[in-house]
């Protein structure tokens, strides 16, 4: 329990005792003091008495004497609390004897499914894959930290009426040769070899056309080609998870073909249900509140009048399958902004059928673009997308160079290692440094650079706690009292004794620029101590505590970083 948390614990009580109902003391930091509490002002009009009277009584009920040095009303009627320096460190002290540094393990876990990366088979993974892929492993690491039970779930574009041209085109140049085509992480110039056929021969397009009918009737040697495409294109997509060194396994490989077995239930199962209505031939569910901008009910599509099924039955069966069979009471969707209505519209008819009712919800984790210096959707010099491969290997490189120039006493295998972590890390801060429901702007002097709310910042903060005990050659003693004397210890002690807090919101809200946030004034807070308190230097027992504050924070460090899936190297 952090300090706010304390503070309101003791508050609400006296607020109670004099509103005659609960009070939310609304308790946050001050310029002023350390906290203030402002509910006292917001009572007065119901109460009709002056703010100063009501804060007053309060703080004769409230019992604060262990934890705050000082009390007081101040202005019209705040209650201005400064922590006592015993119970700060007393706060530390108890976070630097805990492995979880303050953040309990959930009290109920739950199953959460969560849905992201999803690129296609046969297409290489572009930049639009890259926020999906880093804020959807960050919620599986977070809440899988936190004890829930985490599914990750790949949902792979695997069946389609494309595949009948990939695999007429895979036949054409042979097996073995369409299989090191593959295997090399070409799957741009295969996908436009076969699409580049299927446009200028007539012959051809009638051959994807039967290979397509002969897929989704079953035919084996239809289907073993398919699965050829599908195993190639796995390998390459789990080279470029290795390389952006997210969680994402062979096993969370989930294509749209594994539900295809389900379709047809779900839609027999919302026809019972009197669900369906046809509309152009197509069975439509029309889930109330959807309208489009004309005012008329907006159709969701689960079979289309060619008898096919689209998205939406194919996410429907999905949910189904994940509330019914695996027991998941939290469904996250790692999914760009632009698809927010359908998923609206998704999550709404699974309600209507059942499949989606309390405690079992559904989330859409949105986002925005990455943008180019120009301020547009970030392009390649071709006009085309951005490769993921390439966007990574140009963070390495970058941060590479930058390593051998600012620590040449590092040897070529260290050097390559730190600038792995610095340019990964670099990409993904900058993403989850940002608001996800906003675009940025991909900008590398900015990522990489030591200075300001970076990934190279708090990298590089972490690795200089290390070196502080490497030149000293200790440990930290976390049974060391710790005290509290100057302003800049307490300033870090308060960013320390917050991460729990910080930690519980961004799992409910999954808002990771907040942990970001956090770790940059964690960070910046340790320089500013760093800069005035002497730490090897100074005498016993003060060194004790200081080295004490210096192992901690680097503890936080590394396990908030980790949590966004940024490493931490001990040099840089």
Not at 477 to 489: K, T
Request: charged share 25%.
């Amino acid at each position: 329990m952090d300090l706010e948390e304390l503070l309101t614990d003791r508050l609400a009580p006296a607020f109670a005792t004099v509103a005659g109902v609960p009070v939310n003391p609304v308790v946050r930091r001050s310029g002023r003091a350390d906290f203030q509490s402002d509910a006292a002002l917001a009572l007065a009009r119901r109460l009709g008495r002056p703010p100063r009277d009501i804060a007053a009584e309060v703080l004769g009920y409230a019992e604060l004497s262990d934890l705050c040095s000082v009390a007081e009303v101040s202005g019209p009627g705040f209650l201005n609390l400064t922590v006592a320096d015993a119970a700060l460190a007393g706060l530390v002290s108890a976070l630097a004897a805990d492995p979880r540094l303050g953040v309990p393990v959930a009290a109920e876990p739950e199953t959460v499914v969560i849905d992201y990366s999803a690129p296609n088979v046969a297409k290489e993974m572009h930049v639009g894959h890259l926020r999906s892929t880093v804020i959807g492993d960050a919620a599986a690491r977070l809440l899988e930290w936190l004890g829930h039970r985490v599914l990750r779930a790949n949902h792979l574009g695997d069946w389609g009426t494309p595949f009948g041209m990939l695999i007429e085109h895979l036949v054409d140049l042979g097996e073995v040769e369409a299989a090191q085509e593959l295997s090399v992480g070409d799957l741009d110039s295969f996908y436009k070899a076969a699409r580049s056929a299927f446009d200028a021969d007539e012959a051809f397009r009638e051959r994807s056309r039967r290979r397509v009918v002969a897929l989704q009737g079953g035919d084996e040697v239809t289907l073993r080609l398919w699965r050829l495409l599908v195993e190639q294109s796995e390998r390459y997509f789990m080279t470029v998870y290795d390389r952006l060194d997210v969680t994402l396994t062979e096993g969370d490989f989930y294509g749209e073909s594994s539900y295809n077995d389900r379709l047809a239930p779900v839609v027999d199962d919302l026809g019972r249900l009197g669900l369906l209505r046809e509309s152009d031939g197509a069975s439509c569910v029309f889930p109330p509140g959807s309208v489009g901008r004309d005012g008329e009910p907006l159709p969701l599509i689960v079979r289309k009048s060619d008898g096919g099924y689209g998205y939406p039955a194919t996410d429907l069966a999905a949910i189904r399958h994940r509330t019914g069979t695996l027991g998941a009471t939290r469904l996250l969707y790692v999914v760009g902004l632009p698809q927010r209505r359908h998923f609206e519209m998704v999550y709404a008819v699974a309600a209507q059928a059942g499949w989606l009712s309390p405690p079992a919800r559904a989330e859409h984790v949105g986002f925005g673009s990455i943008l180019g210096a120009d301020g547009r959707m970030l392009r390649s010099r071709a006009g085309g997308s951005v490769k993921l491969v390439g966007l990574l290997e140009e963070a390495i490189s970058r941060a590479t160079t930058l390593t051998r120039e600012r620590n040449p006493e590092l040897d070529e295998a260290e050097a390559a290692e730190v600038g792995r972590a610095v340019g990964i890390g670099a990409i993904k801060y900058a993403d989850l440094s940002s608001d996800r429901h906003r675009d940025y702007v991909l900008d590398w002097e900015r990522m990489l650079s030591l200075d300001g709310n970076t990934a190279p910042y708090l990298q590089y903060a972490y690795s200089r706690i290390r070196s502080i005990f490497r030149r000293a050659g200790v440990a930290a003693r976390p049974d060391a009292a710790v005290s509290l004397v100057e302003p800049a210890e307490r300033a870090l002690a308060f960013e320390l004794v917050g991460f729990g807090r910080v930690v519980g919101e961004v799992a409910e809200n999954l808002e990771f620029h907040h942990l970001a946030g956090y770790l940059y004034r964690l960070a910046a807070a340790f320089s500013a101590f760093y800069e005035r308190c002497p730490v090897l230097r100074a005498d016993e027992p003060v060194r004790d505590s200081r080295l004490v504050l210096c192992d901690l924070t680097a503890r936080v460090l590394r396990q908030g970083l980790h949590l966004l899936g940024i490493r931490t190297p001990e040099r840089m």
